[in-house]
């Protein structure tokens, strides 16, 4: 099973400020996500990035958002202005090639105040 | 109507109970299947895939109903171990997409 880690694992932060979560997977991956879990409630999709550009997000994945691998290992999700009901559990997952199955990472605990 | 539903639970059961799970997703375009387990605070982990002939991985045992929408996880010999959130998944989209839409979860307690 492939590895992935996100930085930092909790991140506290005000309302306003820009936060950005990380994800770090061990081996190549090709196909990268990241969803969010509200506290409570269900795991949701925010982003899919593949060959370097967004293949597809949702509603939630608005313009405060945005999604890069700037050194083709890294991939960081970027929230602009935080508001308080973006506190929540980010997680990051992968795929490779010719796979369907997502692996996680252990998600970033976000706060905003 | 929600894309993927689920009885939220919980079920409280004992060791070395046998255990069902259901789940219903609404769109008949979905390609894939899968149970993941997530645990408290912690990241949905897969627990098996799951196919149309249906699948066994030791306790575990999965089955899909294309016609019927409908998918389920039976879990035999209950351990302590097992308890957790139960987390029905589905896949559709093209093959740039494949975003995963999660079911809220059943939560499993297994008691001495």
């Known amino acids: 099973e492939p590895e992935v880690t996100q930085t930092p694992s909790h991140q506290v932060t005000q309302m306003g400020q820009e936060v950005i979560l990380r994800c770090v997977p061990i081996s190549n991956h090709l196909y990268f996500y990241w969803y969010r879990q509200i506290l409570g409630q269900k795991v949701e999709f925010l982003v899919s990035?593949?060959?370097?550009?967004?293949?597809?997000k949702s509603e939630i994945f608005d313009d405060q958002f945005s999604v890069e691998r700037p050194d083709g290992s890294n991939f960081t999700l970027k929230i602009r202005s935080t508001k308080l009901e973006d506190s929540a559990m980010y997680f990051c997952?992968?795929?490779?090639?010719?796979?369907?199955?997502?692996?996680f990472g252990p998600g970033t605990r976000l706060l905003v105040l | 109507r929600k894309e993927v539903e689920q009885d939220p639970g919980p079920f409280n059961v004992p060791e070395g109970a046998t255990v069902a799970f259901n789940c219903t997703y609404s769109n008949s375009a979905s390609q894939s299947f899968f149970w993941y387990r997530q645990d408290c605070r912690k990241e949905p982990k897969l627990l098996m895939s799951?196919?149309?002939s249906g699948n066994e991985d030791g306790r575990f045992t999965a089955q899909l109903n294309r016609a019927s929408q409908y998918i389920s996880l039976l879990i035999r010999d209950s351990k302590l171990s097992d308890s957790a959130t139960y987390l029905c998944v589905v896949i559709y989209g093209g093959e740039y997409g494949n975003k995963l839409v999660f079911g809220a979860g059943t939560i499993l307690r297994v008691k001495s």
């Open positions: 990035f593949y060959n370097n550009e967004i293949s597809e």
């Open positions: 997952a992968v795929r490779g090639t010719g796979q369907e199955t997502q692996y």
């Open positions: 799951v196919y149309s």
